[in-house]
């Protein structure tokens, strides 16, 4: 398996940064009157809001530290069977807090029989007491009774939970992942391949092919609708319906957990660049690091940009191609400007504010739903002057900042999530 350098430290300050940026945006989300572009954009518009780059960029940065992960593990000697197990947890504790995220969106409060915030404290307060990085002087009893108490939480809510429309009422289901869930399956997916393949970046690249194919397929070609009663797709603009689509002409369908291999490719992107970054400083070839970079990430602008006519135009709420390249290009890009700033001219203390965002990045996307919730429990609302427009952008940034601020704090006492 090839071998990559020590940590770039430029890896955390984007993952720092994309996450101040991704709890600004999500906060900014409810600030009214503010300019089009910082917002997402709707479902049926060709184009992109500043808040639809942000989330691709964490899955690609989930790629570019993907490599280093499995290698560092692999120079403590693991065996296949633990990084596979270690591959499999992280996974799974994604998905599981993606599907109660979800559902919690679906939450019915005149239906259940505690309020949706009441249902939110518990269930975040649950993942904490569960995925705590727990000091390794605790004593294990008193450490498994948390945990347990966590998973006893979970089910608990699991139990009374009541979600959807009043008069069709349902219990909870994935309607779809929710972000750390689909950080979840992209993470297992290409975490398997790079196992596969020994991290070999010719074997990789190759994956990435596959994937954005799959991605411009799933977009063009075929045009896939199932609903309970009949299942439809569309071929070349044409309509077929009956049973053996499921089997036959619907090739994705076996293939449920990539899907359109949006987010899959986005992540495998950056596996990608991770191991062509390597390959030339193992090479002595550093000096190239820059124009490769360079190039690749215009690359991927002008293929975005190029399929935009073809692959139902720009858009995140559909997962294009498009958006999916596009937004690699961006953080390719950003990727190369910070391995400059951070990596060769030193410059990691300008970013220290920040920092817990970086290496604290779990426990910091978690953070605000104990801000969101404890208002709305309390029935507290912001100002109108600071809900809109520019104070209102002002107050969600200012948000961001106190709460990484704040997850610092809580990460000099060891309180922080670690899966």
Same mark, same amino acid.
């Given at each position: 398996?090839?071998?990559l350098?020590?940590?770039?430290?430029s890896?955390?300050?984007l993952r720092?940064?994309?996450?101040l940026?991704m709890?600004?945006?999500?906060?900014?989300s409810g600030?009214?009157h503010?300019? /089009?572009?910082?917002?997402?954009a709707k479902?049926?518009?060709?184009?992109m809001?500043? #808040?639809?780059t =942000?989330?691709? *960029? $964490?899955l690609?940065i989930?790629?570019?530290?993907?490599p280093f992960?499995?290698n560092?593990?692999?120079?403590?000697g693991?065996?296949g069977?633990q990084i596979?197990?270690?591959i499999?947890?992280?996974?799974?504790?994604?998905?599981i807090?993606g599907?109660?995220?979800?559902n919690l /969106?679906?939450?019915?409060?005149?239906?259940a029989?505690?309020?949706?915030?009441?249902w #939110?404290?518990? =269930?975040t307060? *649950? $993942?904490?007491?569960?995925?705590?990085?727990?000091?390794?002087?605790?004593?294990k009893a008193?450490?498994?009774?948390?945990q347990?108490?966590?998973?006893i939480?979970?089910?608990?809510m699991?139990?009374?939970?009541?979600?959807?429309e009043?008069?069709?009422?349902?219990?909870?289901?994935p309607?779809?992942w929710g972000i750390?869930?689909l950080?979840g399956w992209?993470?297992?997916v290409?975490?398997?391949?790079?196992v596969?393949?020994?991290?070999?970046?010719n074997?990789?690249?190759?994956?990435?092919?596959?994937l954005?194919?799959?991605n411009?397929?799933a977009h063009?070609?075929?045009?896939?609708?199932?609903t309970?009663d009949?299942?439809?797709?569309t071929?070349?603009?044409?309509?077929?319906t009956?049973s053996?689509?499921?089997?036959?002409i619907?090739f994705?369908k076996?293939?449920w957990?990539?899907?359109d291999a949006?987010?899959?490719?986005l992540?495998?992107?950056?596996?990608?660049?991770?191991?062509?970054y390597a390959?030339?400083?193992?090479?002595?070839k550093t000096q190239r690091?820059?124009?490769t970079?360079a190039?690749?990430?215009?690359?991927?602008l002008?293929?975005?940009f190029?399929?935009?006519p073809?692959?139902?135009?720009?858009s995140?709420i559909?997962?294009?191609?498009?958006?999916?390249l596009?937004c690699?290009?961006i953080?390719?890009?950003?990727?190369?400007?910070?391995?400059?700033?951070v990596?060769?001219?030193?410059k990691i203390?300008?970013?220290?504010w920040?920092k817990?965002?970086?290496?604290?990045?779990?426990t910091?996307?978690?953070?605000p739903?104990f801000q969101?919730?404890?208002?709305?429990?309390?029935h507290?609302?912001?100002p109108?002057?600071?809900?809109?427009?520019?104070?209102?952008?002002?107050r969600?940034f200012?948000?961001?900042?106190i709460?990484i601020?704040?997850?610092?704090?809580?990460?000099?006492k060891?309180l922080?999530?670690?899966i």
């Amino acid at each position: 398996m090839q071998q990559l350098p020590k940590r770039l430290l430029s890896i955390d300050v984007l993952r720092a940064i994309t996450m101040l940026l991704m709890i600004f945006v999500n906060d900014a989300s409810g600030v009214k009157h503010i300019p /089009e572009w910082i917002d997402h954009a709707k479902g049926f518009e060709d184009r992109m809001g500043f #808040a639809d780059t =942000i989330f691709p *960029a $964490f899955l690609f940065i989930v790629g570019l530290s993907l490599p280093f992960a499995i290698n560092n593990r692999i120079k403590k000697g693991d065996s296949g069977k633990q990084i596979l197990f270690y591959i499999l947890i992280r996974s799974v504790a994604l998905l599981i807090m993606g599907f109660y995220h979800v559902n919690l /969106e679906e939450y019915n409060s005149s239906a259940a029989l505690i309020p949706k915030a009441a249902w #939110a404290l518990v =269930i975040t307060t *649950a $993942f904490f007491l569960i995925w705590l990085d727990y000091p390794e002087t605790m004593a294990k009893a008193k450490k498994y009774s948390l945990q347990v108490l966590g998973i006893i939480l979970l089910i608990a809510m699991a139990v009374i939970y009541k979600g959807g429309e009043d008069g069709d009422v349902r219990w909870m289901e994935p309607s779809w992942w929710g972000i750390l869930g689909l950080i979840g399956w992209a993470y297992l997916v290409c975490a398997l391949i790079f196992v596969a393949v020994k991290g070999k970046l010719n074997s990789l690249i190759v994956a990435w092919v596959v994937l954005i194919i799959i991605n411009i397929i799933a977009h063009s070609v075929f045009k896939i609708k199932v609903t309970r009663d009949e299942e439809m797709v569309t071929i070349a603009g044409s309509n077929f319906t009956g049973s053996f689509l499921g089997n036959a002409i619907i090739f994705l369908k076996p293939l449920w957990i990539i899907h359109d291999a949006s987010t899959m490719t986005l992540t495998m992107g950056g596996v990608v660049i991770s191991g062509i970054y390597a390959r030339l400083v193992e090479q002595g070839k550093t000096q190239r690091i820059w124009a490769t970079l360079a190039i690749i990430g215009v690359l991927f602008l002008v293929a975005g940009f190029a399929l935009r006519p073809y692959t139902e135009g720009i858009s995140k709420i559909r997962s294009t191609p498009a958006w999916v390249l596009i937004c690699s290009g961006i953080t390719t890009l950003a990727f190369l400007i910070l391995i400059y700033v951070v990596d060769v001219k030193g410059k990691i203390s300008a970013f220290n504010w920040i920092k817990p965002a970086g290496t604290s990045t779990l426990t910091c996307y978690l953070i605000p739903y104990f801000q969101v919730f404890i208002l709305e429990l309390l029935h507290i609302n912001y100002p109108g002057i600071i809900n809109n427009g520019f104070p209102g952008l002002l107050r969600s940034f200012l948000t961001a900042v106190i709460i990484i601020l704040f997850v610092g704090l809580l990460e000099k006492k060891r309180l922080r999530l670690k899966i």
